[in-house]
């Protein structure tokens, strides 16, 4: 077999130039940033070109497979199984971390986490910031990882610590002085590679592009969301659009509030993110905090509208409950005591308290 020629700068802004780059002339690029094969300035006018022109969906695929080649292994018991639930962040907005704070309540009920995620770039309000806030332990060694894995239902994958070769590209990023290729496929690359995922975006062009990824990673099942007025997550102030991947083929529809079981909230009046990504906010939300899950209803309408994905988790499209039965599901949860509530699959049993989470012992979910 003949040898891939190596490829300059300037060949990769021809190509970039003339259109979507080939997945072999993307998987090339990719590999030459994370390998340090161009500067910070060079590897920045590559970086510029691909955004202002606008990455495909192929593209950050192959950026994403280029970035997987190269993390760190992770056990074996968390690889190929559970759910990631992520936003790709840029949004601007000064809103709580929703999406960390779903992850743990997704882990509560006895559904798998495989959580990706990061600091944030310019302030600290990303998930790992929100975690740290809490004081949970994320930087396990891989044989605690498992354990925790197996009796809460929960694994943390801290992006720098499982992306070594991100290093590689962090002056090219900041050179570039703008959203990347990188910011789109580095929030997909989670190590466990998990066949469900709930992911946000705050841009209904950049969530269409990401669910075609999310496809070309393999995913069974996925949710993209980009919800009103530009938010991550489901939105209680308006409309949230959404795309879904099942068995290959790809759907989208918008839901309103009303569909998924909350009242209408004035966004302005929505609890805003503190320094560090809202645990503050979200506290009151965790099963460890104030006595159980009970919150106010300022707050508790962002997390109960995020209970639908439970549809994802078990792998069941849960036709004809898709949005309205499931939130109020998950407005019950919140409002029952630590330690008494019922476990929102239809189960006659409680959830039981263990450890941070509170776990749902339904064989069901």
């Given at each position: 077999m003949v040898g891939r020629v190596p490829m300059e700068r300037n060949d990769y802004l021809d190509g970039i130039q003339c259109g979507p780059m080939s997945?072999?002339?993307?998987?090339?690029?990719?590999?030459?940033?994370?390998?340090?094969?161009?500067?910070?300035?060079?590897?920045?006018?590559?970086?510029?070109?691909?955004a202002?022109?606008?990455?495909?969906?192929?593209?950050?695929?192959?950026?994403?497979?280029?970035?997987?080649?190269?993390?760190v292994a992770p056990p074996d018991v968390v690889v190929g199984g559970g759910i990631d639930l992520a936003g790709t962040g840029g949004s601007g907005l000064d809103r709580f971390n929703v999406s960390t704070t779903a992850a743990l309540l997704t882990a509560s009920l006895g559904a798998k986490?495989?959580?990706?995620?990061?600091?944030?770039?310019r302030q600290p309000n990303g998930s790992f910031d929100f975690l740290e806030q809490l004081q949970m332990p994320f930087d396990l060694a891989p044989e605690t990882m498992a354990a925790v894995y197996q009796q809460a239902d929960l694994a943390l994958f801290f992006?720098?610590?499982?992306?070594?070769?991100?290093?590689?590209?962090?002056?090219?990023?900041?050179?570039?002085?703008?959203?990347?290729?990188?910011?789109?496929a580095a929030p997909?690359?989670?190590?466990?590679?998990?066949?469900?995922?709930?992911?946000?975006?705050?841009?209904g062009r950049v969530a269409e592009t990401l669910i075609q990824v999310l496809n070309g990673l393999g995913r069974e099942r996925a949710l993209v969301m980009c919800g009103h007025p530009g938010i991550e997550d489901f939105s209680t102030s308006?409309?949230?659009?959404?795309?879904?991947?099942?068995?290959?083929?790809?759907?989208?529809?918008?839901?309103?509030?009303?569909?998924?079981?909350?009242?209408?909230a004035d966004y302005e009046a929505l609890p805003r993110g503190d320094r560090f990504g809202g645990p503050g906010?979200?506290?009151?939300?965790?099963?460890?905090?104030?006595?159980?899950?009970?919150?106010?209803?300022?707050d508790r309408h962002q997390y109960v509208a995020g209970f639908p994905v439970q549809q994802l988790l078990a792998g069941?499209?849960?036709?004809?409950?898709?949005?309205?039965?499931?939130?109020?599901?998950?407005?019950?949860?919140?409002?029952?005591?630590?330690?008494?509530?019922?476990?929102?699959?239809?189960?006659?049993?409680?959830?039981?308290?263990?450890?941070?989470?509170?776990?749902?012992?339904?064989?069901?979910?």
């Amino acid at each position: 077999m003949v040898g891939r020629v190596p490829m300059e700068r300037n060949d990769y802004l021809d190509g970039i130039q003339c259109g979507p780059m080939s997945d072999e002339q993307a998987r090339a690029c990719a590999e030459s940033l994370l390998d340090g094969k161009f500067g910070d300035e060079e590897g920045a006018t590559i970086l510029v070109a691909l955004a202002e022109r606008g990455e495909s969906a192929a593209e950050i695929t192959a950026f994403a497979n280029a970035i997987l080649a190269r993390a760190v292994a992770p056990p074996d018991v968390v690889v190929g199984g559970g759910i990631d639930l992520a936003g790709t962040g840029g949004s601007g907005l000064d809103r709580f971390n929703v999406s960390t704070t779903a992850a743990l309540l997704t882990a509560s009920l006895g559904a798998k986490v495989v959580k990706h995620g990061n600091r944030g770039s310019r302030q600290p309000n990303g998930s790992f910031d929100f975690l740290e806030q809490l004081q949970m332990p994320f930087d396990l060694a891989p044989e605690t990882m498992a354990a925790v894995y197996q009796q809460a239902d929960l694994a943390l994958f801290f992006a720098r610590a499982w992306h070594p070769a991100m290093a590689a590209v962090v002056g090219a990023r900041k050179a570039a002085g703008r959203r990347t290729i990188f910011n789109l496929a580095a929030p997909l690359c989670n190590p466990a590679s998990p066949p469900f995922q709930v992911l946000g975006a705050s841009d209904g062009r950049v969530a269409e592009t990401l669910i075609q990824v999310l496809n070309g990673l393999g995913r069974e099942r996925a949710l993209v969301m980009c919800g009103h007025p530009g938010i991550e997550d489901f939105s209680t102030s308006g409309s949230t659009e959404l795309w879904e991947l099942r068995d290959g083929e790809v759907s989208s529809w918008t839901v309103t509030p009303e569909e998924l079981g909350v009242a209408v909230a004035d966004y302005e009046a929505l609890p805003r993110g503190d320094r560090f990504g809202g645990p503050g906010t979200a506290a009151p939300a965790l099963p460890e905090r104030r006595g159980g899950l009970g919150v106010g209803a300022s707050d508790r309408h962002q997390y109960v509208a995020g209970f639908p994905v439970q549809q994802l988790l078990a792998g069941q499209p849960g036709d004809g409950d898709r949005h309205g039965d499931r939130g109020q599901r998950g407005a019950g949860l919140l409002d029952q005591p630590a330690g008494s509530r019922q476990c929102p699959a239809g189960g006659q049993h409680v959830v039981h308290q263990q450890h941070a989470h509170a776990r749902c012992q339904c064989v069901g979910m």
